[in-house]
């Protein structure tokens, strides 16, 4: 099967979407195309057409792109696989309606598995193979096939944007490999859980660990199971990605040592907020030579840190993120804030896919 380059296609400044999952994040993507698809397309001379759709019900794809509105009432309809004949056409999987519709960019936007990657993986090989491009907020797959995605892609010269999987609206690897591009990233610190931040900031205001978690859950901004927030797993799986993707390492889930929020006293959050600072869950990595040379081995851990009144993620709170650079050029960099949840998350995804229409020379 011949691979789908964007530069190959007529209408050069055109990418043809193949978007796996259409939840939360879906809906907030088809949400600001639908409000902003012409503006984009004036801005930045790119048109992001969703040819090809896939959620738990079904696959569709339509060569003239399916319509935003349509994709904005998937879910009240019964989802992608009720989409009404005249919608678009029903496809036995999203690969073979990826393929129908000549797809450039493989959009995963369906649940993460961090211990197995789920079907996305398989399906992932199957885009990357095929040499569409990826860009995800699915963090399942790159956690447990990080080294083979990345020589798939290699092999078929397709690029990787996972900006979504790694803290999404707040800019971490891609600010690493863009803005401190030639210099050597020698150590970072950051809080990459908003879920956890805001717990751990609510007992640092009094409340105890379960009144914090519950006010989390009734705003929307735990799930019902909080375990791979609250137990350090999330932020382990985004320090894993910052690792492989900033170090050059192959890290393992389990090679990231991990402490998660559910031991934490209150008395303590309260104490570190009294002194100035803050207990925050950090996630740390550094390499063991202090000029960063590449030889020596990465260390990195997720614990809960008291941060002193000047640390620079110590006012980090609410559901904020944030993250430090130590680099050996050019000193210290911090950024801090970005929203949390299914529109910051999808606005992260529309600007890989801008920054991907950008590095193949399709968008200003
Ligand atoms: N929500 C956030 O704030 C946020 C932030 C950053 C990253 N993310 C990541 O973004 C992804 C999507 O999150 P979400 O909140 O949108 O999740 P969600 O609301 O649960 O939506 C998941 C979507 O994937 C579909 N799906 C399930 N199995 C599928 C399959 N086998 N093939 C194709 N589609 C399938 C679901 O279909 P049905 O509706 O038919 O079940 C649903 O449309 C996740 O990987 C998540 O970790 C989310």
């Given at each position: 099967?011949?691979a789908?380059?964007?530069?190959?296609?007529?209408?050069?400044?055109?990418?043809?979407?193949?978007?796996?999952?259409?939840?939360h994040?879906g809906?907030?993507?088809?949400?600001?195309?639908?409000?902003?698809?012409?503006?984009?397309?004036?801005?930045?001379?790119?048109?992001?057409?969703?040819?090809?759709?896939?959620?738990?019900?079904?696959?569709?794809?339509?060569?003239?792109g399916?319509?935003?509105?349509?994709?904005?009432?998937?879910?009240?309809?019964?989802?992608?696989?009720?989409?009404?004949a005249?919608?678009?056409?029903?496809?036995?999987?999203?690969?073979?309606?990826?393929?129908?519709?000549?797809?450039?960019?493989?959009?995963?936007?369906?649940p993460?598995?961090?211990?197995?990657?789920g079907?996305?993986?398989?399906?992932?090989?199957?885009?990357?193979?095929?040499?569409?491009?990826?860009v995800?907020?699915?963090?399942?797959?790159?956690?447990?096939?990080?080294?083979?995605?990345?020589?798939?892609?290699?092999?078929?010269?397709?690029?990787?944007?996972?900006g979504?999987?790694?803290?999404?609206?707040?800019?971490?690897?891609?600010?690493?490999?863009?803005?401190?591009?030639?210099s050597?990233?020698?150590?970072?610190?950051?809080?990459?859980?908003?879920?956890?931040?805001?717990?751990?900031?609510?007992?640092?205001?009094?409340?105890?660990?379960?009144?914090?978690?519950?006010?989390?859950?009734?705003?929307?901004?735990?799930?019902?199971?909080?375990?791979?927030?609250?137990?350090?797993?999330?932020?382990?799986?985004?320090?894993?990605?910052?690792?492989?993707?900033?170090?050059?390492?192959?890290?393992?889930?389990?090679?990231?040592?991990?402490?998660?929020?559910?031991?934490?006293d209150?008395?303590?959050?309260?104490?570190?907020?009294?002194?100035?600072?803050?207990?925050?869950?950090?996630?740390?990595?550094?390499?063991?030579?202090?000029?960063?040379?590449?030889?020596?081995?990465?260390?990195?851990?997720?614990?809960?840190?008291?941060l002193?009144?000047?640390?620079?993620l110590?006012?980090?709170?609410?559901?904020?993120?944030?993250?430090?650079?130590?680099?050996?050029?050019?000193?210290?960099?911090?950024?801090?804030?970005?929203?949390?949840?299914?529109?910051?998350?999808?606005?992260?995804?529309?600007?890989?896919?801008?920054?991907?229409?950008r590095?193949?020379?399709?968008?200003?």
């Amino acid at each position: 099967m011949p691979a789908v380059h964007a530069k190959r296609r007529a209408g050069p400044r055109t990418l043809r979407l193949a978007v796996r999952g259409f939840g939360h994040v879906g809906q907030a993507l088809a949400r600001i195309l639908s409000d902003r698809g012409a503006g984009l397309e004036r801005e930045f001379g790119l048109r992001l057409v969703v040819a090809a759709a896939s959620d738990s019900t079904g696959a569709v794809w339509s060569q003239a792109g399916l319509d935003p509105a349509d994709l904005l009432n998937v879910r009240t309809a019964g989802g992608l696989g009720r989409l009404a004949a005249d919608r678009g056409s029903a496809s036995a999987s999203l690969p073979a309606a990826a393929e129908q519709a000549g797809c450039d960019v493989w959009v995963d936007l369906s649940p993460t598995d961090v211990r197995t990657g789920g079907s996305a993986l398989e399906e992932t090989r199957w885009a990357l193979r095929h040499g569409l491009h990826l860009v995800t907020a699915n963090k399942g797959p790159l956690v447990v096939a990080w080294g083979e995605l990345h020589r798939l892609a290699r092999g078929s010269g397709s690029h990787l944007k996972y900006g979504g999987a790694t803290a999404a609206a707040l800019p971490t690897a891609s600010l690493a490999h863009y803005e401190l591009a030639g210099s050597r990233v020698t150590r970072l610190e950051a809080v990459l859980n908003g879920t956890s931040n805001f717990i751990l900031t609510a007992m640092s205001q009094g409340r105890d660990y379960a009144t914090a978690l519950a006010e989390a859950q009734t705003r929307g901004i735990a799930e019902r199971d909080p375990s791979l927030d609250v137990e350090g797993v999330d932020t382990a799986v985004k320090l894993l990605l910052l690792c492989n993707s900033l170090f050059g390492t192959d890290f393992a889930l389990q090679d990231i040592p991990r402490q998660g929020i559910t031991d934490v006293d209150p008395a303590a959050a309260r104490a570190a907020r009294e002194r100035g600072g803050g207990l925050k869950l950090v996630a740390r990595a550094w390499r063991e030579d202090a000029a960063g040379n590449a030889p020596a081995p990465v260390r990195c851990d997720v614990s809960v840190r008291e941060l002193d009144s000047g640390h620079l993620l110590a006012r980090v709170n609410g559901t904020e993120k944030g993250i430090v650079y130590e680099t050996d050029l050019m000193g210290r960099l911090a950024v801090v804030g970005g929203g949390s949840g299914p529109m910051p998350a999808a606005a992260s995804v529309l600007r890989d896919l801008i920054n991907l229409g950008r590095e193949l020379g399709l968008s200003d």
